[in-house]
């Protein structure tokens, strides 16, 4: 199983970023996919998971309303829509599988 973010990079509050993740090496559209943050020094938190379909989505308290995880199973890719980013957003993001397979992770930085 391979797993390869993008989509990060450096945003002023208020922004927005895309996040991307491409999985390969499993039947994608059979499984949940996730997205978790880490920042130095704390542990790994999940942020958004979205079921096989795409029909139900689950949402960390600090980002309902500002986020959107959804996914294209014809490309075997999962998304995560960050609007409205704050500095407190800034970590690393990974996708998951299970919390058995991670990506590399992708650096969100929000700074003015």
């Known amino acids: 199983v391979q797993l390869v973010e993008s989509g990060g990079g450096l945003v002023q509050p208020g922004g927005s970023l895309r996040l991307s993740c491409v999985a390969s090496g499993l039947t994608f559209s059979s499984y949940a996919m996730s997205w978790y943050r880490q920042v130095p020094g704390k542990e790994r938190e999940l942020v958004a998971a979205?079921?096989?379909?795409?029909?139900?989505?689950n949402y960390a308290d600090s980002v309902k309303g500002r986020f959107t995880i959804s996914r294209d199973n014809a490309k075997n890719t999962v998304y995560l829509q960050m609007n409205n980013l704050k500095p407190e957003d800034t970590a690393v993001y990974y996708c998951?599988?299970?919390?058995?397979?991670w990506g590399q992770g992708t650096q969100v930085l929000v700074s003015s």
């Open positions: 979205i079921t096989s379909a795409g029909g139900t989505t």
């Open positions: 998951t599988w299970r919390r058995a397979y």
